[in-house]
Structure formats: C-alpha cells, structure tokens
C-alpha cells in the first residue's frame, strides 16, 4: 500500500518564477494538506483540500494557491518565486472520518529559489 | 509570543540516558496534542498522541498539563536510533480544527 507520493523530490528555480508540486494521497485518504519547512523551522500549514475545495488556509499570500482533482490527488502551485521560498514542502494526507490520528506525511518537495 | 515554543536544544546525551523535552502552548483552547519526530531530511512521523491522564508507549511518555499549557516528552534508556528532531504539535481551536501547529523542534543526538 503506497503512503503519500510527492514530487519532485527536488527541484532548483530562479527568483519570480512559477513552481508547481505535486501530491498523491495514501489510499483510502480523501483530505490533503500542504506545509512549508523553512530550515530549522517546524512545518507551518499553508492550506488544506477537501472535495476539491480549499476548506482552510494558514497565513501565507495569494502566490501560494492549489488544486485538488477528482482522484484526491493535489498540486501547489507558487508564483513569482522568492528566495524566502526556498524550504520542503510536505503534503500530509488524512481521511475526513479520522482526522489528524490517520494523518500521513509524504517525503517532500525540497526546493531551492536562486 | 509563538503558539508552540520549545526547548530549543540541542541535546547531546550518551546512550542509556534520561531524557525530557518541554513544550508550552499559547491558546488554552487546543484540543488535540502530539509529538512528532523527523529524521534528518526525512518527514516528520507521528511518535505519540498526548492525553491529560498522560500516556507511555515503551520507552517513551509523554504528560499534557491543560492548566499550565504544558507537554512534555521522556524518553527513558535512549538508544542511538533515538537521534533526531522532536517536533511538539498541537490542533488550536475549532476555527481552525483542520490543521496542526509545529514548535521548531528539539534536536536530540544520542552519543555512543
């Protein structure tokens, strides 16, 4: 049974460029949520979706958006690079019947803006 | 002040020791407490759930006290794979019911 699958594993983006990451849920989950992990940092929450929507958003700008498809799976899209936004990225998926005690976490997108 | 503070390490400690780790939250209406811990550059990976009654899981115990805010962590008779980052966690409040707040974590090494 697959766990959570993001990619790329790593990616190396200049500054004001835009960068798209990708998340496959564990089966049988249906909720996904997006961290960032700025070196030496604990993940802060970016957004989570749900039935395709966006159901809750932590405090980052509107150049973090995201999608979430029919099959569950999600992307996080970033625009105008900065190189503030140099961290891992982690998606964690969960079941909305058990919440956070099934939540799971993928390895993360390690990206680098130059 | 930081909704999760902690201790902020790090700990060296050889093999065998007794080790506790301190976290404090700011919003008295969290409802749910964990401990996290992350390998270097790997996820973080749920280590336990933390309850008001306290709970242990082998070699690990953690305590949540709901008048002073406070979690703490004991990891008794630590090995060598102990070594890493751990990540104290806490869900604020219903209005924000679906996501997790991470400290910055305490790095542990555990020396030979």
């Known amino acids: 049974d697959a766990g959570v699958t993001q990619s790329p594993t790593h990616l190396i983006k200049t500054r004001g460029q835009q960068v798209t990451l990708r998340c496959s849920p564990k089966?049988?989950?249906?909720?996904v949520s997006w961290y960032q992990q700025a070196l030496g940092q604990g993940p802060q929450f970016i957004f989570q979706?749900?039935?395709?929507?966006?159901?809750q958003r932590g405090n980052f700008p509107d150049r973090f958006s995201g999608h979430q498809f029919p099959n569950y799976s999600s992307e996080l899209n970033v625009n105008a690079l900065l190189l503030g936004d140099s961290a891992l990225y982690l998606c964690?998926?969960?079941?909305?019947?058990?919440?956070?005690?099934?939540?799971?976490f993928g390895s993360g997108t390690r990206l680098t803006v130059v | 002040r930081k909704e999760v503070e902690q201790d902020p390490g790090p700990f060296n400690v050889p093999e065998g020791a007794t080790v506790a780790f301190n976290c404090t939250y700011s919003?008295?209406?969290?409802?749910?407490f964990f401990w996290y811990r992350q390998d270097c550059r790997k996820e973080p990976k749920l280590l336990m759930s933390?309850?008001?009654s306290g709970n242990e899981d082998g070699r690990f115990t953690a305590q949540l006290n709901r008048a002073s805010q406070y979690i703490s962590l004991l990891i008794r008779d630590s090995k060598l794979s102990d070594s890493a980052t751990y990540l104290c966690?806490?869900?604020?409040?219903?209005?924000?019911?679906?996501?997790?707040?991470f400290g910055s974590g305490t790095q542990l090494t555990v020396l030979p």
């Open positions: 933390v309850y008001s």
């Open positions: 966690v806490v869900n604020p409040p219903s209005g924000s019911a679906r996501q997790l707040t």
């Open positions: 919003n008295s209406a969290s409802q749910s």
């Open positions: 089966s049988g989950h249906d909720t």
């Open positions: 964690a998926s969960s079941s909305s019947g058990t919440g956070f005690y099934g939540y799971t």
């Open positions: 979706y749900y039935e395709e929507e966006e159901r």
